[in-house]
T-cell receptor, first 116, second 112 residues
Framework: AQKVTQAQTEISVVEKEDVTLDCVYE???????LFWYKQPPSGELVFLIR??????QNEISGRYSWNFQKSTSSFNFTITASQVVDSAVYFC?????????????FGKGTRLHILP | DGGITQSPKYLFRKEGQNVTLSCEQN?????MYWYRQDPGQGLRLIYY???????QKGDIAEGYSVSREKKESFPLTVTSAQKNPTAFYLC???????????FGEGSWLTVV
């Protein structure tokens, strides 16, 4: 069954520390897509990254980086030199177009607190 | 401006009343979605639609109804059959299968 697990419910780190948010997924298909979204206190979900199952290259965007490992079914997100503005809830999500007909399933999210 | 517009931002409902949340997009997206988020919880899929005049139930469709008469619009009605409607409701839209979906700002519904 399609499933996304974010085992870390809440994380607190001091500003400038690095932090990694874990995401483990289950899928029945060889073609799937993984996403990360950020939800600041305002509530709107902001898209961060999309990765397809055939591209295992890690990606870096500024202070953000993503580590996709099919062998462990993980798609972890690291923030380097964290800032207070990074405080938010972060969601990992999975889409299996051929199996679940466009359903996109989200994990329960990880609430990140960056302490000044 | 292009984007997804949800209204109202805040809505109060008396028990036994139906309410409708609006979702409009001008991104020319084929697919639209409604998610429910409870405090401290993740997102759960209520309904989604891949094309006009067609929609599918998500994981928690009971007590909700939708329509998709126009590509741009996907309103959600929270009926009196929904026992615990107080939540944050998020509308999203996207293009073809597997592509990114984008979210509106959300609507807070409170039953009083």
């Amino acid at each position: 069954a399609q499933k996304v697990t974010q085992a870390q419910t809440e994380i607190s780190v001091v500003e400038k520390e690095d932090v990694t948010l874990d995401c483990v997924y289950e899928t029945r298909d060889t073609t799937y897509y993984l996403f990360w979204y950020k939800q600041p206190p305002s509530g709107e979900l902001v898209f961060l990254i999309r990765r397809n199952s055939f591209d295992e290259q890690n990606e870096i965007s500024g202070r953000y980086s993503w580590n996709f490992q099919k062998s462990t079914s993980s798609f972890n997100f690291t923030i380097t030199a964290s800032q207070v503005v990074d405080s938010a809830v972060y969601f990992c999500a999975l889409s299996e177009p051929s199996v679940s007909n466009d359903k996109i399933i989200f994990g329960k999210g990880t609430r990140l607190h960056i302490l000044p | 401006d292009g984007g997804i517009t949800q209204s109202p931002k805040y809505l109060f409902r008396k028990e036994g009343q139906n309410v409708t949340l609006s979702c409009e997009q001008n991104l020319n997206h084929d697919a639209m979605y409604w998610y429910r988020q409870d405090p401290g919880q993740g997102l759960r899929l209520i309904y989604y639609s891949q094309i006009v005049n067609d929609f599918q139930k998500g994981d928690i469709a009971e007590g909700y109804s939708v329509s998709r008469e126009k590509k741009e619009s996907f309103p959600l009605t929270v009926t009196s059959a929904q026992k615990n409607p107080t939540a944050f409701y998020l509308c999203a839209s996207g293009t073809f299968s597997g592509n990114t979906i984008y979210f509106g700002e959300g609507s807070w519904l409170t039953v009083v």
